[in-house]
């Protein structure tokens, strides 16, 4: 894990300062800058060091829970703690929509392989993986937002899950997609195990063999899909936070590139990479869980 | 009184876009109380698939159970809502797998199956269902069962996991076992141990078991009587001695040719010639006649039914007891030439 969150976060911050442009003389404006300015600011964020230098100190900032100051002088963590917090609950609605309905999806139409449900899920994944999700975003707010009511359009106003649930439900659908296929053929294919007739011989209801012994060593595969998703639907809702106007973390990362504020790029950047290393964790650890022969001694 | 499992006239097929292969063609044997019989035959010749359709653990698509009756102690079975058929198994009649460890559920440890059985079937607390389990295993042989009962299948040999395996499938004291195979997966000296242990344990159970296999070898040992299977029906059935001595049909006769002989050295083996039969296009009149080395015109003509050459008299079991009364020791062979093949002995 350290190896990856030192190697990622030099690539994102070598990326960043090889932009071409001087992110002091941006922040200038249209205005010159007397050069004593400039030099104190140059000195100020430590732009004058050699690069290894700079991403040295910023690597002991991070360890020391420092996530450096952007360009208005505000420090990142604060930048971050708010629009933060908006990201982390649009991903989480859009990730248990997913888990839900997905998996729901997938045990529905995998229980009897081309049934009437089975051919309704598989077309209609296809065609939802098919759409490019700015198309369903607009297209979701105006029927649902707009036209029905159900969902607020835009904005947060009304809270956490009500304000969330369209945005999400939009970002967590490609996903949604590939979790009823995947949950659907893994059951597929476990439902032919020998340890599955042994259930059946045992007498046990077609409901018991399914959740006990069928389902449990089908999900393996689905949460490994599951926890690497949710480090992609953060970095995902960029997109979304754009067209259903969500301060969130993405709208924040996408005016720091363009601004060429390097420690507000690199430290939100750094934060997903940690998403995604722990919610690998996770994964590793819910593997043994599930299945014991790959337990860790 | 009716006899353990009947089973009469048993047809499977297997379906698949237009077309139909025959796995099981006319299947009848009778199992009494405390008797072993051996199915015997090769791959192919749908010992596995009509014990499943026994069991009703088909899969449904693509197989089916197109004709016949299953009948235990005299109540048909086929045809028995899925709910009332569920009762039966596992509880009356039960079943092992040849590869217990991919039979086994390897997320699940093995007390809680086995004690699975007696959960779902007799209701009872997972607590008394577990101490249970803990005897089961200790009767089925395992050593120091009380602190193996959280292992996980994978954490066991190959001849513990086939003992869980049974100990599971005698959770409930059934009175039929099915062994599908039970030993092809293990190493020839845990054959033995498990052939003694399943000998044993229907000693003292009195079950009637159903053996099935491909190994001449474990028949001779533990079986009382034989069914020949051949391209999806039984050719031949008798008792194991009178079979091997006095084979009554030319397949058996090669199939006892075939077996290398350690007291013959330097003799070639005699293979049967030709290949076993596709089911898709199972020859006409006897299935065996384009390998049978006395076949002649009739032979691929007429389909030669299953016929009683020699009513038996009531030899001795192989516990030693005189049976003659539960098991008619008959021999019955599918051959229209049967009396010339087994006089020619």
Redesign the interface.
């Known amino acids: 894990m350290v190896p990856v969150l030192i190697g990622t976060t030099l690539l994102i911050y070598l990326a960043v300062f090889a932009l071409p442009g001087d992110p002091i003389r941006t922040l200038g404006g249209d205005k010159p800058m007397p050069p004593a300015v400039y030099q104190a600011l140059r000195h100020h964020y430590h732009l004058d060091e050699p690069l290894i230098v700079q991403y040295g100190q910023y690597l002991w900032g991070l360890l020391h829970g420092d996530f450096g100051e952007t360009l208005n002088g505000q420090p990142v963590s604060d930048v971050m703690k708010t629009d933060w917090a908006v990201t982390a609950r649009l991903a989480v609605t859009a990730w248990i929509f997913e888990l839900v309905v997905g998996i729901g999806l997938g045990v529905w139409a995998g229980r009897r392989k081309g049934g009437v449900v089975d051919t309704l899920v598989l077309s209609g994944t296809t065609l939802v993986i098919a759409i490019p999700v700015f198309v369903l975003a607009y297209s979701a707010q105006l029927l649902f937002g707009l036209k029905l009511g159900w969902f607020p359009t835009a904005g947060t106003d009304d809270g956490w899950p009500y304000s969330y649930l369209l945005p999400g439900i939009v970002l967590g659908s490609a996903s949604l997609a590939y979790i009823a296929r995947l949950t659907r053929t893994s059951l597929v294919e476990n439902f032919r195990a020998d340890y599955v007739r042994t259930a059946v011989a045992k007498g046990l209801s077609r409901r018991r063999v399914l959740v006990r012994h069928t389902l449990r060593n089908s999900l393996v595969p689905v949460i490994t899909y599951l926890g690497v998703d949710l480090g992609s639907l953060m970095a995902g809702t960029i997109v979304i936070e754009g067209i259903f106007n969500l301060p969130g973390i993405g709208g924040q990362i996408f005016t720091a590139i363009q601004i060429k504020d390097g420690p507000t790029v690199v430290g939100i950047a750094t934060l997903l990479v940690l998403v995604y290393l722990f919610a690998n964790l996770v994964v590793d650890i819910l593997y043994g869980v599930l299945d014991p022969r790959i337990r860790y001694e | 009184m009716s006899p353990l499992l009947e089973v009469e006239d048993l047809h499977v097929e297997f379906r698949s876009r237009g077309s139909a292969v025959n796995a099981v063609n006319g299947l009848s044997y009778t199992l009494h109380e405390g008797e072993t019989l051996a199915i015997l035959g090769e791959s192919g010749s749908g010992k596995s698939v009509s014990a499943?359709a026994v069991?009703g653990?088909l899969?449904t698509p693509p197989a089916y159970v197109t004709k016949g009756s299953v009948r235990y102690r005299g109540t048909e079975l086929l045809g028995l809502p899925?709910r009332r058929r569920?009762?039966?198994?596992?509880?009356n009649i039960?079943?092992i797998?040849q590869?217990a460890l991919?039979?086994?559920?390897?997320?699940?440890r093995v007390g809680d199956q086995i004690a699975?059985?007696l959960i779902?079937?007799r209701k009872m607390s997972r607590r008394d269902a577990r101490a249970r389990a803990v005897e089961l295993m200790d009767r089925v042989r395992i050593p120091s069962a009380a602190s193996r009962i959280n292992d996980?299948p994978?954490q066991f040999s190959g001849g513990m996991r086939q003992r869980v395996?049974i100990a599971?499938a005698l959770a409930l004291e059934p009175d039929v076992l099915i062994a599908d195979e039970p030993t092809t997966a293990l190493d020839v000296t845990v054959q033995a141990q498990i052939m003694k242990l399943l000998s044993d344990l229907q000693d003292e159970m009195a079950m009637g078991l159903i053996l099935i296999t491909h190994d001449l070898g474990v028949v001779a040992d533990v079986a009382d009587r034989i069914a020949l299977m051949y391209a999806g029906r039984v050719v031949e059935e008798a008792d194991v001695e009178d079979l091997y001595a006095r084979p009554a049909h030319p397949y058996a006769e090669g199939l006892l040719a075939s077996v290398p002989r350690i007291d013959v050295r330097g003799r070639e083996l005699t293979p049967i010639k030709g290949a076993p039969p596709n089911l898709a296009a199972i020859p006409s009149g006897c299935p065996f006649h384009p390998r049978c080395p006395r076949a002649r015109d009739r032979c691929s003509r007429e389909v030669p039914g299953l016929r009683l050459l020699r009513a038996g008299e009531g030899s001795p079991d192989r516990s030693g007891a005189r049976s003659g009364a539960l098991s008619p020791e008959s021999h019955r062979s599918a051959c229209h030439y049967a009396e010339e093949v087994s006089g020619g002995r």
Do not use: K, T
């Open positions: 499943q069991m653990i899969d899925e569920r009762a039966y198994r596992g509880a039960a079943m797998f590869d991919s039979a086994l559920n390897p997320v699940h699975e059985m779902v079937h996980f994978h395996m599971m």
